[in-house]
């Protein structure tokens, strides 16, 4: 069945349909010699060519998603000019796949972040309207008064348009720190800071414990990343409505059967 370009390798990992659809708006895809346009089908037979080279045609044996305990001062981006870090760096090497990234992070924000080689799963978790929320345990000079608290909660307006927090409590803290808990149902840009910029206070540390169903294991350290667990995937993907690739599923019952010794 024909599928369009754009979906056909994102469901191999070669990245996020908005992605592919980047490169094909840049003319960096030609499907049997010929520049692909948005909107073109394959069948999968065809010779897909990325920036001149072939790119893998057949589907990867089976999705993999993980999460990573992002540290302060290393960049979301695939590479970098600077010769800066990037999260990227310490990922396990994939073979006719690719490591796609669920949103970024900003230089200075550590915690969870989620990287997968299911472009459509990436795709979903991405858009808007999955609304899925995330939380921030947020550090800053001073408490907060109850206007600022109710500016937070009924929105404010900024420079892309009025945002909320959906829930904040108080952590704790100590001397002139205080930490909040921030739940939000937005990824824009540096979202966090800039409401907290616009209600008069510093965010003097922001780390993301929660993704959607996923939360930062408290046991894995900064820079490390793990396999996100078998009941803990199948709840991201039915998150966005999808299904477990049967691929996964099929990697979850064989772990079972010999965490319990049954053939």
Not at 109 to 133: I, K, Q, V, W, Y
């Amino acid at each position: 069945m024909a599928e369009r370009l754009q979906k056909w390798l994102a469901a191999r990992g070669l990245g996020s349909r908005r992605e592919i659809e980047g490169w094909i708006a840049a003319g960096r895809l030609t499907v049997n010699g010929r520049l692909a346009e948005l909107g073109i089908k394959v069948e999968g037979d065809e010779t897909i060519c990325l920036d001149g080279e072939p790119v893998a045609g057949e589907r990867p044996e089976r999705a993999r998603t993980l999460v990573l305990n992002k540290p302060a001062g290393v960049i979301c981006s695939r590479s970098d000019p600077e010769g800066r870090p990037t999260v990227f760096d310490e990922l396990p090497p994939l073979k006719h796949q690719r490591w796609i990234s669920i949103g970024r992070l900003d230089l200075q924000t550590s915690g969870l972040l989620l990287f997968t080689t299911d472009g459509e799963l990436a795709a979903r978790l991405m858009h808007p309207s999955s609304a899925l929320e995330r939380e921030y345990a947020v550090r800053i000079e001073g408490d907060l008064n109850d206007e600022q608290l109710k500016r937070l909660r009924t929105g404010i307006d900024l420079d892309d348009g009025p945002a909320s927090v959906d829930r904040i409590q108080a952590g704790g803290g100590e001397g002139h720190n205080r930490w909040y808990r921030v739940v939000l149902s937005e990824g824009r840009n540096r979202i966090v800071r800039r409401l907290m910029e616009a209600i008069g206070t510093r965010v003097s540390r922001l780390i993301r414990v929660r993704f959607g169903p996923v939360i930062l294991p408290r046991e894995l350290a900064r820079g490390r990343h793990r396999a996100v667990s078998g009941g803990m995937e199948k709840r991201l993907y039915e998150a966005v409505g999808l299904r477990l690739p049967e691929s996964s599923l099929t990697r979850q019952r064989s772990n079972g059967r010999r965490r319990t010794g049954r053939a």
